[in-house]
DNA sequence: TTGAAAGCGCTAACAT
DNA sequence: ATGTTAGCGCTTTCAA
């Protein structure tokens, strides 16, 4: 059909309405010393003539992109969409932008995409640190760049920046509390990577639910794996023999897992072991039995490392003072795989 | 700790090696007219000086921002992130980034995000219609501006663009074909809008399927929803009085969905209604029963977005002629919800 | 309130 | 093979 079209610029509305292509500037960006009359002029020109502002050529000039790089690992799939949603969400209504990157959980991928971001000029990074990353320079670079970055749900404390994350601990602490209130004694755990601080907090509530208690932790019931289904069903299968009565596992994809190995061998759930998983995944209401689990609130957390990153952008907050850390509370929520109220145990 | 580091430019690199800016682009792009020493040189004074590229002036200079633009419906978790998979790694390969959009499946927000992406001026669009759109105009004004786009799993002929789609007609005639040889006669179809090509397709090739199999069309068991679980649930509660064996679903949320209908009323999957759904979401394989699904390799699909968007970049195809579509073929997954080999019916 | 002028950092003609 | 020059489209002083 038509040749790709020339392209308007404020140029172009500027001769059109015979005035300065800094007064069309000012009149579109709503810069305060302007005529109402000018500011109309202008606007109703722009959309008469189609004009398509130059974000390129804007940001170059002012410094300042209106993008914020994301970085997610991507593994936990439910996890992921609702974050960015949260995030989007506070993002447009500050007229930004969200430019995504996955790590797939690589440290190398997440090098890549920090310097992608360096050199796209993001004005900040909102981050989930990803399993397999130990070194962080590259965060740490950022933040020796003067840009901002927000870490979410996987935090350092020795990045020292503004973070927020879910009360891991106490999530785990409840989930735990929650089998032994259902009568569990035999209570087995399958961790994962414990360099990761949320696995390791989620280890630490369920050693402390059981002192509390006064269950005693038996080293034998707790398997660590790599946080997948396959895993899962091997921890498990580690455990069986074991004859524990309950298990809370680290997340919901190794809870699966893990009800796959229950079952296979011919076990009930809940009524010969009861499970909890973390992360309320999409798919854990749907499974047979529907699967006990811990909500992370993950729209959310979006939202609110959103709004961090736009508290540092527009200074709101020092940057000597220690970097606000934001713990959500996580809920568990009890579906059949751990409710035992009135079946009779086998 | 340090303050904001000044940034490096090429002019300071050509200022410490006492050549040309111009030189120092040219060494660092690999530009053929540049001596080995002298690009060797730049690039380890850029190395040593911690050099990095803005990309910002890069593009305004060179009129290509190497950002690909991503349209996702995103309510079909799994493909959504299999997909963006598939285009990043031919994106990476080609030295592109992928700025990525939900559209939710709103028409307003995918207009938006059109816009966001002229205004950043990505090189081109790889997008996924929503559902709810049926005024393309945003799509077709990209097109007339000479923006490079590319439609993936919903296309629309009417664009007439390069688009790579599933086989839709052939997935839903061979999941319905398999219920027929599964030996079920009245099989119901629970549809989706149909305005969306993509489910008139699997609506057609259910009623061909039943076809050529000689077995009449029932009008009555076919029923049209929404395409979520909720609207599944509905609809198979409608199709319940009409006793049907067998119901092929527009998508796994509406066969999930249709499931928990069927169990709600006391009935057993698959002996007494067999099911099949298409997508194979992440979920499907881990519900009890197990639900049969058809495969449509999002991570291919991706790929080849992405390839068929480098083509039309490099003008390896004409404008002019009859832009490519590739079709994909899908498998059937056949799983415990529709195979009742074996089984004694009821 | 508006205009003139400079320049963000880079690339691409053109010249040598 | 390298240098010179101009300019992408916009924003931001500074001046009027």
Redesign the interface.
């Known amino acids: ?5 020339v392209r308007i610029t404020i140029l172009d509305i500027a001769r059109e309405l015979n005035v300065a292509a800094a007064t069309v500037s000012r009149a579109l960006n709503d810069h305060p010393a302007i005529s109402d009359a000018t500011r109309e002029a202008v606007k109703a020109a722009a959309r008469r003539m189609n004009y ?6 804007s ?2 000039r002012s410094g300042r ?1 209106k ?1 914020i790089g994301v970085i997610i690992p ?1 593994a936990e ?2 996890f ?2 609702s974050v ?2 949260g995030i ?1 969400k506070v993002a447009s209504r500050n007229d930004y ?4 990157y ?1 790590s ?1 959980e690589l440290y190398e991928l997440e090098k890549k995409a920090v310097q ?1 971001f ?4 993001v004005d900040g990074v909102l981050a989930s640190i990803s399993k397999e990353s130990i070194n962080l320079k590259h965060y740490a670079d950022l933040k ?3 840009i901002p970055l927000v870490l979410f749900d996987r935090a350092h404390e020795s990045l020292q920046v503004p973070a927020v994350v879910v009360n891991d601990y106490q999530g785990a602490f409840d989930a735990t509390t929650h089998l032994i209130q259902q009568g569990c004694r035999r209570i087995a755990h399958i961790g994962g990577q414990q360099h990761v601080a949320n696995f390791n907090q989620r280890l630490r509530g369920y050693i402390d639910a059981l002192n509390v208690h006064n269950i005693a932790v038996d080293d034998d019931l707790i398997v660590y794996g790599k946080v997948s289904i396959e895993s899962g069903r091997e921890c498990m299968n580690k455990l069986l023999p074991l004859l524990p009565d309950a298990v809370f596992a680290v997340e919901d994809f190794t809870a ?1 897992g893990a009800m ?1 190995a229950i079952k296979e061998a011919g076990l009930q759930i809940p009524q010969q072991i009861a499970i909890i998983g973390f992360a309320n995944e ?2 854990s209401e ?3 039995p529907s699967l006990s689990t811990v909500n992370q609130h993950t729209e959310r957390m979006g939202e609110e490392a959103a709004a961090l990153f736009f508290d540092l952008l527009h200074k709101k907050v020092s940057l000597k003072a220690p970097p606000r850390k934001l713990v959500l509370e996580p809920a568990i929520i009890v579906r059949q795989s751990s409710n035992l109220q009135g079946l009779i145990r086998s």
């Open positions: 059909m038509s040749e790709p079209t398509q502002p130059n974000k390129i050529a940001s170059l992109s993008i991507s799939i439910n992921f969409g960015i949603h989007e932008n969200v430019l995504l996955q797939n992608t360096v050199n796209s000029r020796a760049k003067g699966l796959q999409m798919f749907y499974l047979t």
